[in-house]
Every structure is written in C-alpha cells, then in structure tokens.
C-alpha cells in the first residue's frame, strides 16, 4: 500500500511560477511510475505529467515546456513545478502512483487558482 499526499496549491497571477509536492509513504519500492492529473470545474480530470522509476518523464501538450515533474526518492517527495501560469491551468491537481499491483493510489488534491 501506497499513501500520496498533495501540498502547495494556491492562488497566483498569470504568469508566475508555483511548485506542487506530493509526499510518498508506504511500500515506495512497489511504484511503477507517478503521475500529476488535474480536473477543471465541470471538466474530466486530465493528465498533466508522468515519471518512472527510472527518471523518464512524458508530459500533455498543453503543458509542455512551462511544467517540470520531477522525484526526490531519497526524501519520498514527487514535484511539479509550473511556470507561466495561464487562467486555463486552474484545477484541482492530484497525485497518483501506478504500483506493480493492486489499484493506484490517489490524493485528496490541491487547488491551484490562475487570475489573468
């Protein structure tokens, strides 16, 4: 079993810079790959990023280029690091781990709100 836990969504201006964590507890060795979603209101929830246990990373077009994911194993902490904020990256994002077997494991999700 896997614990994920989201942390440092907020309210910022377009254009500037936020970084999400996502703390990992748990069986951390079963963990195939991790990943950032985020769901819009009234929209599906979306991917937004992935890393693997090996450190190769895969990103949405909408996000390519501004958003960094990246894993700290030694302190058990995945990140997003957004840059150019648009209105239309406001959502709740979530953190999820993909795990060699079972169901994934799911956050409660941060808020991350963009005013033009």
């Known amino acids: 079993q896997v614990q994920v836990e989201e942390s440092g969504g907020g309210l910022v201006q377009a254009g500037e810079t936020l970084k999400l964590s996502c703390s990992i507890s748990?069986?951390?060795?079963?963990?195939?790959?991790m990943n950032w979603f985020r769901q819009a209101p009234e929209k599906q929830r979306e991917f937004v990023a992935t890393?693997?246990?090996?450190?190769?990373?895969f990103y949405a077009d909408s996000i390519k280029g501004r958003f960094t994911i990246s894993r700290d194993k030694a302190n058990n902490i995945m990140s997003l690091r957004m840059t150019d904020l648009r209105p239309e990256d406001t959502a709740v994002y979530y953190c999820?781990?993909?795990?060699?077997?079972?169901?994934?494991?799911w956050g409660q999700g941060t808020q991350v709100t963009v005013s033009s």
């Open positions: 999820n781990a993909n795990l060699v077997a079972g169901p994934p494991s």
């Open positions: 890393i693997d246990r090996d450190g190769r990373t």
């Open positions: 748990g069986k951390t060795a079963t963990i195939v790959n």
